[in-house]
């Protein structure tokens, strides 16, 4: 008898058996022949050689569905298992292929709590669309837009597709107005409210305990953009958020970071720009250098594109941002 050890590194294992085991016990169901113990994230299945293989390729694929739609259920259960006899491996929620490319208005990642993260608007898609052929895309429009919340969905949707290993969101800490130099606490105190949006977004999208866990081991890293100075960012997917509020030379540094195999994406407001009057904004000059350079895509959002309350897209034009 041949012995396989499973550990679960990215799944809550609560989730994956289920209510009162519920899913653990479909599948010991399904395969009659083999041994399974479970405790913990820890998995142990007896069996012969032949039978360990089927149960491998079902369970990796058990696995998948639950990494990518933060949730099973026994029905999916049942679906992936279901053809077992028929000798080919079902896809999740009955789609041809779990790792497909996302389009139109189709999920780009599934949250915690039934959060289904899509795109909402024209542009909105065509972000989805532009990250899957350029490297780096800029995504510049008034808020409400879904910019933010768009790029990050797509960071967080190419670190569960495993197509990178980081996730590194950062910002310039530019002070609109306020002064924050007078709070208390360390510098990661007083610099997490200028994060803070990038930490919803987040919420919306990951489950806390293994957000927790991403932040601690540094595989998701929120920063000020000063910190990515001196840098090659490889293997990972980069936002700089808020940029109208980088320099000339900042933006030129952040974009130079650039590894062989990573995605940025810079989202930003040229009509909300922070700093001092007399400094230009990087994003205005980037905007006129980069855009007829392949690999890099501009996209303008407007008004058309607020996703937040009906008031907000009046309340733009009253300013005159649309």
């Known amino acids: 008898m041949n012995e396989l050890n499973i550990t679960l590194e990215q799944v809550n294992p609560a989730m994956l058996w289920g209510p009162q085991n519920e899913h653990f ?11 399974i113990v479970a405790r913990g994230d820890e998995i142990k299945v007896l069996g012969d050689n032949q039978e360990l293989g089927v149960f491998t390729e079902y369970f990796n694929a058990i696995i998948e569905h639950t990494e990518k739609y933060n ?15 028929q ?11 779990l790792t497909a490319t996302l389009k139109g208005g189709e999920a ?22 532009s990250i899957l ?11 409400g837009t879904g910019k933010t919340y768009t790029a990050v969905a797509l960071a967080v949707r190419a670190l569960r597709n495993k197509e990178v290993k980081r996730i590194i969101l950062t910002r ?23 994060l803070r949006p990038l930490y919803d977004a987040l919420d919306d999208m990951i489950p806390a305990e293994k957000l927790k866990l991403y ?30 509020n980088a320099t000339d030379m900042q933006l030129k540094m952040f974009l130079t970071r650039m590894g062989p195999t990573a995605k940025f994406i810079v989202t930003g407001d040229v009509t909300q720009i922070d700093l001092p009057k007399k400094q230009q904004s990087g994003l205005s000059t ?19 594109d607020v996703v937040r309350h009906k008031l907000v897209r009046r309340i733009l034009a009253a300013y005159g941002d649309i």
């Open 286 to 304: 980037a905007l006129k250098l980069l855009e007829h350079i392949d690999g890099i895509e501009i996209i303008h959002l407007s008004g058309e």
């Open 25 to 35: 016990e479909t599948i010991k169901k399904r395969f009659p022949k083999l041994k």
């Open 172 to 194: 310039p800490a530019v002070e609109a107005g306020e002064n924050l130099g007078f709070l208390p606490g360390d510098l990661k105190e007083k610099v997490d409210p200028y």
């Open 108 to 129: 780009i990642v599934f949250g915690p709590h039934g959060i289904v993260v899509k795109a909402r608007t024209a542009n909105q898609r065509r972000m989805v669309d």
């Open 133 to 143: 052929k350029n490297d780096i895309l800029f995504a510049i429009g008034p808020a």
């Open 87 to 97: 000798g080919t491996v079902p896809q999740a929620n009955g789609t041809t292929d």
């Open 71 to 85: 949730h099973i259920n026994n029905q999916d259960i049942e679906n992936i298992l279901g053809t077992i006899t």
């Open 215 to 244: 932040l601690e081991t540094r595989i998701i890293e929120v920063a000020p953009l000063a910190f990515m100075r001196g840098r090659t960012l490889d293997n990972c997917f980069v936002i700089l958020d808020e940029a109208q």
